[in-house]
């Protein structure tokens, strides 16, 4: 028999009496509080204008945006008609369901108004994030692995995983290819840009390849994922996923493009 057969995971990861907790809730918890120990290291390090205080209430109004905009995006972009017949729906985020789109957008809207709150270069905020985001986009895509959710297409590549609610199919293990290149990858390679004062010392450089690289790694993992059954491929084999990621590819050129123009007429 093709593929392998999907480990014995719940997705409930331990309880406490009546209360559940979940791979997909602890995924984002732990990716928040990482985030927000290496914001904090990140700060100390390279001195940058923002006190301890500062941090903690950048890392609420982040938690806000990504988990708003994330259900948001979902319901909007993926929820279908189901969702918005029953709007409630919208707020068991326990049940998993989120937009990386729609957090994208969401931390953009908090980071602009946090940023003007503190009068701090809005550009210079999302820069200092994106360098951790990956960490999130990791494990969240490994409590989607764990869920038994967002599985690949059907394949008979001799690493393909029988997953229970894909119908005991072969498939790409999708997920842990989206964890490897959206979270491990990216997360090096701009940490990597980061250790240069010329990347450091440009607003903007560093967020324009984090949204350059994550719309490329995104569009070429879809190849591999199984679109959502509700929705299916659009103008004859694209996915909404490519759809929403190719503006991302788009803005980051541009913004590259106009920031490295800048520093030539200087």
Known sequence: MIGLDFPQISPVMFSIGPLDIRWYSMAYLVGILLGWFLINRNVQKNNLELNRQKVEDLIFYLTLGIILGGRLGYAIFYGGKAMWSEPWHILEIWKGGMSFHGGVAGVIIALWVYARKINYKFLGLTDLVVLYAPIGIFLGRLANFANDELWG????????????????LPRHPSQLYEAFFEGIVMFFLLNWLWRYSFVRNRSGLVSAFFVLMYGVFRISMEQFREPDQHMG????????GQILSLPLIVLGLMVIVFLLRKIKKV
């Open 153 to 168: 297409r059907v394949t008979d590549v001799p690493w393909a995983i029988r997953f229970p609610a894909g119908g005991y």
């Open 233 to 240: 491929f659009f103008f004859g084999g694209i996915t909404m």
